[in-house]
C-alpha cells in the first residue's frame, strides 16, 4: 500500500514539473536554436564590406561597390555555405583559401578602381600639405646614408609624386632635406619627379630610405595583408572578418621602407646596390616578388642568393627590404611531406597546412639549457647499438667513401624509430632526384612516412637552395624539441652541402682557403650541428639527435671538411669499402668508429653483454691481419679467429631488417657465450632467424624479462644460458 503512495506521488511531482518546466525548457530550445539561426545568417553573408565612417579622406569603396562585391561574391559564398558538408579538412581549406583569394583579388581591384577617380584623388590631394608635415617631422638619416655621405659626400632626395605638387610644398620639403643633410656635413642633390605608377599621393626618398604616402603603396600593404593571412581549417568567418577589418583599418599613413636596386645578377647571385646597413641573412624582396637572402655585406654593395629562378629579374629594378629573417614552415603537417629547401611541397600532395615559422638560422640552446646524453636512440642495427651507441641529442658523424651503405643505414635507423616516439627529419642535399624518390618510397611502403619528413634540395636545384636545406631541417626539428620531443636529424650529405657553399662563396667573391674552400666553412657546419641538443626540462626537454654524414674519397678521413666534421660531432660511424665489398654490411670499421657518449646511451643490458665486444673484435682484425698469409697456427689464435669471424658475422645485417634491442642482445650473448660454435659464419643468418623465432615461441618469458633492458643477474644469465643450450641441442 505505501509502494502505491510513492509511486502515485512520484507520478504527480513529475506531471507538475512536465507542465510547470515545459515552458522553460522551450524556451531555453527556442533562444537555442534562434542563437544558432542567427549565427548562421551572419555566417553566410560575411563578405559584405560594411559602410565606413565616414573619414576625412575616403580610402575604401563606397556603398555601391559594396554592393557590387556583394553580388560578385554571391558564387563563392555559396561555396561556402557548402562548404563543412561531408568534404574532407584540406578540401574545405582549399575551398577557404581559393575563396580568399579570389575576395582579396576582388577587394584589391574595387579599392584601386575607387582610389583612381578624379573625386577620390582631388580629396587625397587636398591631404597633400597635412602628408608632407607628417612625413617631415619623422625623416632621418640611416646608419646607411651617413655611411653614403661620408663616402661620396652627396646624397640624393626625390620627391615623386603622381600629379605637380604645390610649389611652396615642394620648397618645403628642399628646405627641411637641405637643412638635414647639410647638417650632417654633405651636399643634397634635390629632385623633384612626376610618377603616375603611384596612382596618387606622394613619396619622399632620402637614400635609400622611402617615406611613402600613395596609392600603390596602400594597395600592396593591403594586398599582402589579406594575402598573408593564415587559413585554418575552421575559421571560415573569422577569416572573413579579419579581411573585412584589415581593409577598414587601412588608412593612409605614411609608410617608411628602405629599397635598393640590382646592380647584376648571375648564376643565382644577385648584387645590390644601397642598402648597406642590412643584416646577414634577412630577406629582400624583387620586382616580381621573387625572394632572396643577403649572404655578403661590403661596404659598397650587399651580395644576396635567390630563391628560385632569376631570370626574370632585371639590372637596376628596385629591391625591398623585409626587415624580417628566412623562415621556414613548421609544424605537424610537416610530416608525412616531401619538402623543398624552403618547407614548399613536391611531393604532389597539395598545400601543407601550417601556420607557424621558424627562422632557419637559430641560436643554439645554451650550456645551462642542455642536459648530458643518457636516453639511448635505438637504431635496430646491431653493428652500432652494440659497438657505437647512439643517444638521444647526439651528434654522430656517419663518414664513408660513396656507395658504402650511408644512406641504407640512416633508413634502416628511420625505420625502426616506429612506435619510439621520434620524429624524422631526412634532409637530402645534392642527391639525384631518383634517390630522393626511391627513399620517399621506401619510408612510405613501410609506414615510416608518418612520422617522417623529407627536405629535398637535389643536385639539380640552385646551389643557394642546396646551401639552405640543412638550416631549414634543422628548423623543423626545432620546432619539435623545444615542444619536449625527440627529434632525429640526417643531414645527407654535409660534404655536398660544403660544395654548394663554396660555389656560393666563390661566387660572392670571398677568399678561398684551403681546397677552395672558403674560410668559415668550419663556422657554417658547426653552428649547424650545434643546434641538435638534449634539452633540461625547463628548457622544453626535447631533444634533436643529428647524424650528418660525410663523403670521403678513397677512405681519406683526413680531408678538410671530413676532418672539421670529425671535431664538431661526438663520434663518428666509419664505413669501409673494402668491408663493404667483402660482403661485410653494413660495413662499420670498429677500429675508427667511436661514440663520445658511449655507454651512457646503452641499456643496461646491452652495455653488458657487448661490454667485451670492441676489443676482442679489434684483437680479431688485427690477428686477421698478419694471419692471411697462412702461417702455422697455434691452437688459441686458430680459436680467436674463428670466434672473431662468428662475431663479424653476426653483426652483418640486412636492409630494411632493423632488429628489437632483445634479439640483438640474444644474439651477441649467444655469439660471445659460445652457443654458436658449431655454425658456420655463413650461416650466422640462420642461426640468428632461429634462435629469435625458437625463443619466442618457447621462452617468451625470458624474451619479455630481456625487452625490458634491465641488467641480468647471475640467476638470470644462468637461466638465458640453459635455455642456449637447449636451443643449440634441438639445433
Ligand atoms: P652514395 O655515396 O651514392 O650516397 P651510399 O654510401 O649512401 O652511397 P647506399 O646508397 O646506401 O650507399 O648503398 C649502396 C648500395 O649498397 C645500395 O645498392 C644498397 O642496396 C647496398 N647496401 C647498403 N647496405 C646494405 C646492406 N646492409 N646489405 C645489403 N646491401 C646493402
Ligand atoms: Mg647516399
Known amino acids: 500500500m505505501h509502494f502505491v503512495y510513492v509511486v502515485i506521488n512520484v ?7 512536465v507542465l510547470v518546466g515545459r515552458k522553460a525548457i522551450a524556451g531555453i530550445f527556442r533562444s537555442r536554436r534562434e542563437k544558432i539561426d542567427r549565427e548562421l545568417t551572419e555566417a553566410e553573408t560575411p563578405l559584405v564590406l560594411e559602410p565606413l565612417p565616414p573619414a576625412e579622406a575616403p580610402v575604401l569603396p563606397v556603398e555601391e561597390e559594396v554592393g557590387q562585391i556583394r553580388a560578385e561574391s554571391e558564387e ?56 608632407v608635415e607628417r612625413i617631415l617631422s619623422r625623416i632621418h638619416l640611416t646608419p646607411g646614408d651617413m655611411s653614403y655621405l661620408a663616402r661620396t659626400g652627396r646624397l640624393y632626395v626625390t620627391l ?79 577569416m572573413i572578418s579579419g579581411m573585412r577589418k584589415a581593409v577598414q583599418d587601412m588608412e593612409l599613413g605614411i609608410d617608411v621602407f628602405q629599397v635598393g636596386r640590382v646592380i647584376s645578377v648571375s648564376d643565382g647571385i644577385c648584387w645590390l646596390d644601397g642598402l648597406v646597413d642590412i643584416m646577414y641573412g634577412e630577406l629582400v624582396e624583387f620586382v616580381n616578388g621573387q625572394r632572396g637572402m643577403v649572404m655578403d655585406i661590403q661596404p659598397d654593395r650587399v651580395g644576396c642568393i635567390i630563391f628560385g629562378r632569376y631570370d626574370h629579374i632585371d639590372s637596376y629594378s628596385r629591391v625591398r627590404r623585409l626587415n624580417i629573417m628566412a623562415s621556414v614552415p613548421v609544424g605537424e603537417a610537416m610530416l608525412g611531406r616531401v619538402v623543398d629547401a624552403l618547407g614548399n611541397p613536391i611531393d604532389g600532395k597539395g598545400r601543407i597546412w601550417t601556420n607557424e615559422r621558424r627562422p632557419i638560422e637559430y641560436n643554439a640552446p645554451a650550456i645551462p639549457d642542455r642536459m648530458s646524453v643518457s636516453v639511448p636512440l635505438h637504431t635496430g642495427i646491431k653493428a652500432i647499438d652494440a659497438l657505437v651507441p647512439i643517444g638521444r641529442g647526439q651528434r654522430e658523424l656517419i663518414i664513408g667513401d660513396r656507395q658504402t651503405g650511408k644512406s641504407a643505414l640512416v633508413i634502416d635507423t628511420i625505420l625502426s624509430q616506429k612506435g619510439q616516439g621520434v620524429i624524422c627529419i631526412y634532409v637530402a642535399v645534392g642527391q639525384k632526384r631518383a634517390s630522393v624518390a626511391e627513399f620517399a618510397a621506401r619510408l612510405e611502403q613501410r609506414g615510416a612516412m608518418e612520422y617522417t619528413t623529407i627536405v629535398s634540395a637535389t643536385a639539380s636545384d640552385s646551389a643557394s637552395l642546396q646551401y639552405v636545406a640543412p638550416f631549414a631541417g634543422a628548423a623543423m626539428s626545432e620546432y619539435f624539441m623545444y615542444k619536449g620531443r625527440d627529434v632525429l636529424i640526417i643531414y645527407d650529405d ?29 663556422y657554417l657546419h658547426s653552428r649547424l650541428l650545434e643546434r641538435a641538443a638534449r634539452l633540461s626540462p625547463e628548457a622544453g626537454g626535447g ?43 653494413p660495413a662499420v670499421n670498429v677500429g675508427l668508429s667511436v661514440s663520445r657518449v658511449g655507454g651512457a646511451a646503452q641499456t643496461k643490458l646491452m652495455k653488458q653483454v657487448a661490454a667485451s665486444l670492441r676489443t676482442s673484435l679489434a684483437q680479431y682484425r688485427e690477428l686477421a691481419t698478419f694471419t692471411q698469409f697462412g702461417a702455422d697456427l697455434d691452437n688459441a689464435t686458430k680459436k680467436v679467429l674463428a670466434s672473431g669471424a662468428r662475431m663479424m658475422a653476426a653483426l652483418r645485417q640486412d636492409r630494411f631488417a632493423p632488429l628489437a634491442d632483445w634479439q640483438q642482445a640474444l644474439l651477441i650473448f649467444a655469439v660471445s657465450e659460445g652457443f654458436a660454435d658449431k655454425t658456420q659464419p655463413e650461416d650466422m643468418e640462420v642461426f640468428a632467424a632461429d634462435l629469435y623465432r625458437w625463443f619466442q615461441a618457447e621462452r617468451p618469458e625470458l624474451v619479455e624479462q630481456l625487452s625490458t633492458g634491465k641488467k641480468l643477474d647471475a640467476a638470470a644469465q644462468d637461466k638465458l644460458r640453459a635455455a642456449l643450450s637447449e636451443f643449440a641441442e634441438a639445433l
Not at 507520478?11 to 514539473?17: D, H, K, R
Not at 628642399?174 to 613619396?203: C, P
Not at 678538410?560 to 654490411?585: C, H, K, W
Open 543 to 585: 631533444s634533436v639527435t643529428a647524424l650528418p654524414i660525410i663523403e670521403t674519397q678513397a677512405g681519406d678521413i683526413s680531408a678538410y671538411i671530413p676532418t672539421n666534421v670529425i671535431s664538431i660531432t661526438d663520434g663518428q660511424i666509419f664505413l669501409e669499402a673494402d668491408l663493404f665489398n667483402e660482403g661485410q654490411r
Open 11 to 17: 507520478l504527480l511531482l513529475a506531471g507538475i514539473i
Open 494 to 522: 654535409l660534404s655536398k652541402h660544403a660544395v654548394a657553399y663554396r660555389e656560393l662563396s666563390l661566387l660572392l667573391h670571398r677568399p678561398s682557403g684551403r681546397e677552395a674552400y672558403p674560410g668559415d666553412i668550419f
Open 76 to 131: 563563392t559564398l555559396r561555396g561556402l555555405e557548402t562548404l563543412f558538408e561531408g568534404d574532407s579538412a584540406d578540401q574545405r581549406r582549399e575551398m577557404l583559401l581559393q575563396t580568399r583569394n579570389a575576395v582579396v583579388e576582388k577587394v584589391l581591384a574595387l579599392t584601386r578602381e575607387h582610389m583612381s577617380t578624379e573625386e577620390y584623388r582631388a580629396s587625397l590631394a587636398a591631404r597633400h600639405g597635412e602628408a
Open 160 to 238: 615623386t609624386s603622381a600629379s605637380p605638387l604645390a610649389p611652396e610644398l615642394v620648397d618645403k620639403v628642399r628646405e627641411k632635406a637641405t637643412d638635414m643633410v647639410q647638417a650632417a656635413g654633405g651636399e643634397i642633390s634635390f629632385w623633384v619627379r612626376e610618377n603616375s605608377e603611384l596612382l596618387g599621393g606622394l613619396q619622399l626618398r632620402i637614400g635609400d630610405t622611402i617615406y611613402d604616402f600613395s596609392i600603390a603603396d596602400k594597395l600592396y600593404r593591403l594586398g599582402k595583408t589579406l594575402k598573408e593571412r593564415p587559413v585554418t581549417e575552421t575559421d571560415g568567418d573569422s
